[in-house]
Each structure stands twice: as structure tokens, then as C-alpha cells.
């Protein structure tokens, strides 16, 4: 029977922002591509309103609509726009997080579908120390 796993996302910092490098540490497993799915998003909305003291610009620096994304935010939080992208997400409410998630078009899991005769890989462990040095998993 298949399996979809949700994978952590191992994510590097290149001097500017986060970016995705790689599917990470396994999370957990389901049977339905939509219960997957659905856990999936939680887990995301837990790690954006866990995020500490990350600001904005860490994870929209380089998207191709960083001005629509920091003026949609601006005045979702009513907040001036030149200040937006140093805004701090720490302590978001679920509301607060999803509206960020979308308008930020954040994903901190991967979804890997496994099939029978697949085994469930930590992707995370496959990677040398040195790799996983530069790498972050945001957690839950």
C-alpha cells in the first residue's frame, strides 16, 4: 500500500534569505494523500507562528513579487512598508500565520509518496555533517 510521508524542508542560508535545498528529517506518515495533505498544513502553520524572531525579508528575498508580497503584508498588519520587510513573525495568531503562509507562499514540509517495496528515507541523514551544518529545519 502506498504511503505519503511528510518530510521536514532543510532549508540554506545564502547571505540574503532561507531557501529550500532539500527534503529533510521525516515527520510523519498517512495512508490518504489528503490526510497528508491536510497535516501538512498544520505542521506549516505551527512552524510560521513558532518562527521566533526570523523577520519577512528572510523568506522573500530574491520571490519575484517581494513588492507585492511586503505591500500586501504592510497592510495586512498595518504596518508603513519601508518597515514591513524587517516586521517580525514571532508570536503570529493561527489567522495571522495563514494569511502569512499564502501571501509569503511558505512550505517548511514536503509530501513523498512511498510505495510498497520503498523504504521511508531520512533525507536529512543522507547528507554529509558539513552539509547538514549549513542547513536549517524550522521546528514545530
Given at each position: 500500500m502506498t504511503e505519503?510521508?511528510?518530510h521536514k524542508a532543510a532549508f540554506?542560508?545564502?547571505?540574503?534569505c532561507f531557501s529550500e535545498h532539500c527534503t529533510g528529517s521525516f515527520v510523519a506518515g498517512y495512508d490518504s494523500l489528503e490526510e497528508a495533505k491536510k497535516n501538512?498544513?498544520?505542521l506549516d502553520?505551527?512552524?510560521?507562528?513558532?518562527?521566533?524572531?526570523?523577520?519577512?525579508?528572510?523568506?522573500v528575498m530574491g520571490d519575484p513579487d517581494?513588492?507585492?508580497?511586503?505591500?500586501?503584508l504592510s497592510e495586512y498588519?498595518?504596518?508603513?512598508?519601508?518597515?514591513?520587510?524587517?516586521?517580525?513573525l514571532a508570536g503570529l495568531t493561527e489567522e495571522e500565520a495563514v494569511f502569512v503562509k499564502e501571501k509569503m507562499k511558505l512550505s517548511f514540509h514536503n509530501i513523498v509518496e512511498y510505495t510498497?517495496?520503498?523504504?521511508?528515507r531520512d533525507?536529512?541523514?543522507d547528507i554529509s555533517e558539513d552539509e547538514q551544518s549549513d542547513l536549517t529545519e524550522f521546528p514545530e
Open positions: 505519503y510521508v511528510i540554506f542560508w545564502n547571505d540574503d501538512k498544513e498544520i502553520i505551527e512552524v510560521i507562528q513558532n518562527l521566533g524572531s526570523e523577520s519577512v525579508i528572510h523568506f517581494i513588492k507585492e508580497i511586503l505591500q500586501s498588519f498595518n504596518v508603513d512598508v519601508t518597515e514591513i520587510a524587517d516586521f517580525n510498497d517495496d520503498e523504504e521511508i533525507f536529512y541523514a
